[in-house]
């Protein structure tokens, strides 16, 4: 320590006791002179030097009628004297002139208030004038320079004698300081803190305690030594812990993967042989309902094929949260349309409502950008699973209607992301806030009676939730009882290269006059006419429609078109029968939107039917182009294909070039496959494993390759490398390329890929559809024209037939499949309706009869039941004016028609 460490302390300790002694003997003296200073001087002078200004004043000549400004120059002329620092003249209240050097002084108060504020006041009256002066000034500041010299050269002579004192001081500490840090300093360097200091007389008080600190350092070595040694011992223990417990954690963790690994083969496996069996169940019901059936069959193959495919869509749902469960989930980031895929979903989702008699509405807000990176199948599923349940668990009740809305709108956009919002919402029967807690926790329903009225696992929610945080969105729940749900995901989406406005639809050149009393189809026409910059006049009424219908667009050039919206509402559709007549509907194209598909069929070049369940932009938009003559209309392919294909033989195939190779290990899928090849007009072989075919591939160079992927012997990966590695090795540019697809029941996302990465050109998952199978066929070895036409078969079944095949045909195509769908259902259809007509009959309800047989005769129409639909119209006709009699006469013979027809179709189908 060095012994000029002493100084400062020392140093400032004496200035602070000199100040403070300075510091106390000025303000003693101050004290002092307040005590004994004149307090009355001031206010003397004050009152002489207002009486010599007074006399002053009064020697003004005419001083009675002098001006204020004269008076004021003369009063500026006066000096004021030494105490005064302020005149002021009155005559009575008013102020004549004044000279003020005083601040915060205000004349207009009494003398009294002025002193209370510290000022010294004098008033004098001049005698015969009324004039009054007011002299006012202060005291003069008390002045402390003579004790403040005096505190000043007492104070540095103060600091001058503790600084010499301080410098005999550390002079005199020095040695002692430097003798006792000579010690500290041998007992730190040794590490011997047990001798004893010597310490001379100035430091004496600081011997006990460093000897007391000698002693605790001694005592803290000693424990500082058991300590290590303690300490030695436990991260001995330690250490041997920390290598057990690794190795345990890395068994542990290899188990983990073993079990994963074992639970991805199983979900493999199990893909694979469910989907195994199932393709044979499929493939063959397809095949099935190409034959003639019954009525009863044809049902019978509906459930079979039904069922087949819910028991897959439980499948691919278990398969998808045990990917996200394992993490292993991917997200695909193209460019997707939001409006197709809203559309999509809705296309899906509208013959689900219409059974449920459910209103399923549909909006795109047309400002969201097209081609915006996301993953497009995922996004449907997530809008299929929500708007599904929408569907669900909502029904149509006498009071009110059931209804599901699906919208997709634009929250915000940048240059770089743009966020979406999808909103599924239904007046169903709502949730407690109690199922809302559990709603999206997996193999969960909101309570035990749904699973067992309504199916389903419970993950479709749980998956909904896990995909829109793959996405980095959120999805929300807001539920009432008895109100309804409403689930609303928002969903960040960057934006792409490809990003751009939906393909634009110009109809600036066109007036829409829309009569809607729909606030939903309303807002969506709106938000696209706006979008397409058309001239949209909206009418909610028939009476305010009519002023409508003779009036000219607002410019030559335009085009007036009708939007009438007719659906759920028949009596919109009856009030406008007189109007069909006016010049402005005969004149003018008119767009009819209606929820009865029936009546599209019935669409002219002036007036066309468009079915609105839901009503989605791009069919609106192509029925206004098509009205306008902007757009054809496209014309309905009716060469579909026919189950009695002449199959050519596997000499004429391999002659041909068009013989395929199967290599299939599972009986069952070679039959199936085989079948579905010949009624699809191919012929085929057959390979037992992946061996087997490369050998017969070696042989003879098969166009088209179909392959199983899980083959003993030889994998249909093994194949197709070993195939294209031959290939490029021996075959020129004149040998037949084989085409190879990949046939398989792994649905787990990234087989595809892998597919493709081995030189596979195309896949396909089972269980095959017919149709599936058919277009992949078709894209890569197209079919030869081996159709057997029908004309002749359907004319000949015309003239006994009470179905008008021409009239199907043109309907629905010649797809025996279709016609056997729509005449089954007529069947059933049309005994409901028939039941219905004959209790309006025996309840004497002519609206009723009316509105069943008008029914009747369309969809009588649609199936080609020509007869029954004449007389339904006949009926029709008289059902407001003839005798119940009579209307009992043409029920039977409507009945009797329609007999006919069921058991046509029943033999047939």
Not at 630 to 641: E, Q
Not at 833 to 841: C, F, G, H, N
Request: contains cysteine; aromatic residues 6%.
């Amino acid at each position: 320590m060095n012994s000029s460490a002493f100084q400062p302390l020392l140093w400032r300790r004496q200035t602070l006791l000199v100040l403070l002694l300075v510091a106390t003997l000025t303000l003693c003296s101050g004290v002092i002179r307040y005590l004994n200073r004149d307090a009355g001087a001031t206010q003397l002078a004050v009152d002489h030097e207002a009486r010599v200004m007074a006399q002053l004043i009064a020697k003004i000549p005419d001083l009675k009628n002098i001006s204020e400004r004269a008076l004021q120059q003369q009063v500026d002329l006066y000096p004021l004297a030494a105490t005064s620092k302020a005149v002021y003249i009155f005559k009575q209240q008013q102020l004549l002139a004044h000279v003020n050097q005083l601040t915060n002084f205000d004349a207009q108060l009494t003398a009294t208030q002025l002193q209370s504020q510290g000022f010294v006041v004098s008033e004098q009256l001049i005698p015969d004038t009324n004039i009054r002066i007011l002299v006012a000034g202060q005291e003069d500041a008390w002045h402390l320079w003579p004790e403040l010299i005096l505190a000043a050269c007492g104070a540095a002579l103060g600091l001058l004698l503790a600084f010499a004192n301080s410098l005999r001081l550390n002079k005199a500490l020095d040695d002692e300081v430097r003798q006792l840090r000579r010690q500290l300093g041998e007992a730190i360097t040794r590490d011997n803190f047990e001798s004893h200091l010597v310490v001379d007389d100035g430091l004496e008080g600081l011997q006990e305690p460093l000897q007391l600190l000698f002693k605790r350092i001694v005592d803290a070595k000693q424990q500082i030594e058991v300590s290590d040694e303690k300490n030695r011992a436990l991260r001995q223990e330690i250490e041997q812990r920390i290598r057990v417990r690794t190795q345990e954690l890395e068994e542990s963790r290899a188990e983990a993967e073993r079990a994963n690994e074992a639970k991805s083969n199983f979900l493999a496996t199990m893909s694979h042989e469910l989907r195994t069996p199932m393709n044979g169940i499929i493939g063959t019901v397809d095949l099935l309902r190409k034959t003639r059936l019954s009525q009863p069959q044809y049902r019978m193959t509906d459930t079979v094929r039904d069922s087949s495919f819910s028991l897959l869509r439980i499948l691919d749902d278990i398969l998808d949260f045990s990917k996200i469960e394992a993490g292993k989930l991917e997200l695909e980031m193209i460019p997707v349309s939001m409006n197709e895929v809203v559309e999509s979903v809705g296309h899906i989702l509208g013959s689900m409502a219409s059974q449920k008699n459910l209103d399923l509405r549909i909006f795109v807000d047309p400002a969201i950008p097209e081609g915006l990176l996301g993953d497009p199948v995922r996004l449907r599923q997530i809008l299929y699973n929500l708007a599904g349940n929408a569907l669900k668990f909502t029904e149509t009740s006498p009071g009110q209607t059931g209804r599901v809305w699906i919208r997709a709108e634009l929250l915000d956009s940048n240059m770089e992301f743009s966020r979406v919002r999808l909103i599924v919402r239904d007046n169903g029967k709502g949730m407690s806030p109690r199922q809302q807690q559990t709603i999206f926790q997996p193999f969960t329903q909101a309570e035990g009676s749904i699973t067992r009225k309504y199916g389903g696992t419970g993950l479709g929610l749980s998956i909904c939730q896990r995909l829109t945080e793959l996405m980095y969105g959120r999805i929300n729940l807001e539920s009432d009882v008895g109100k309804g749900t409403e689930f609303v995901v928002e969903l960040p989406m960057r934006r792409s290269d490809e990003t751009h406005a939906m393909a634009h639809v110009d109809l600036s050149d066109i007036q829409i006059i829309l009569l809607t009393a729909d606030p939903d189809h309303k807002e969506a026409i709106q938000a696209y006419c706006q979008s397409a910059e058309a001239t949209l006049l909206h009418s909610d009424r028939i009476d305010s429609l009519k002023q409508f219908v003779s009036m000219p667009p607002s410019r030559a050039s335009v085009k007036t078109l009708f939007v009438l919206d007719t659906c759920n509402s028949d009596e919109t559709l009856k009030a406008l029968e007189p109007l069909w007549s006016s010049p402005g509907l005969q004149q003018n194209p008119v767009l009819v939107l209606t929820e009865k598909a029936d009546l599209v069929d019935e669409s002219t070049e002036q007036r066309m039917y468009l079915h609105c369940q839901p009503l989605v932009r791009t069919a609106l938009f192509d029925s206004l182009q098509i009205l306008t003559g902007k757009k054809t209309k496209a014309v309905r392919d009716s060469s579909l294909y026919d189950p009695k294909l002449s199959a050519p033989s596997v000499e004429q195939a391999r002659a041909q070039g068009r013989l395929i190779l199967l290599a299939e290990d599972n009986p069952m899928n070679q039959k199936v496959i085989t079948d579905q090849l010949h009624a699809l007009g191919y012929a085929v072989e057959i390979a037992d494993d992946g061996q087997i075919a490369l050998d017969k591939w070696r042989h003879y160079r098969y166009p088209l390759l179909l392959t199983d992927l899980a083959m003993p012997n030889m994998s249909g990966y093994d194949l197709a490398h070993a195939i294209r590695r031959e290939a490029e090795q021996y075959d020129d540019d004149d040998t037949i390329y084989t085409r190879i697809v990949a046939i398989t029941a792994n649905a787990l996302k990234g087989e595809e890929q892998k597919c493709l990465a081995f030189g596979m050109d195309d896949f396909l998952t089972k269980p095959i559809e017919l149709e599936s199978l058919k277009r992949v066929l078709e894209h890569w070895l197209p079919a030869a024209q081996s159709f057997i036409t029908a004309d002749a078969e359907l004319a000949a079944q015309q003239q006994e037939s009470p179905i008008c095949f021409t009239t199907i045909a043109n309907f629905l195509g010649k797809d025996p499949k279709k016609h056997a769908e729509f005449l089954n259902y007529f069947v059933r259809h049309g005994a409901d309706l028939l039941r219905d007509i004959q209790l309006s009959e025996e309840a004497q309800d002519r609206n009723r009869l009316h509105g069943l047989v008008h029914q009747l005769k369309s969809v009588a129409k649609s199936v080609g039941a020509l007869e029954l639909s004449a007389l339904a119209l006949k009926v029709e006709q008289q059902a407001d004016q003839a005798e119940w009699a009579e209307l009992h006469d043409f029920i039977a013979q409507l009945d009797h028609r329609y007999q006919d027809v069921a058991q046509f179709v029943t033999q047939h189908y």
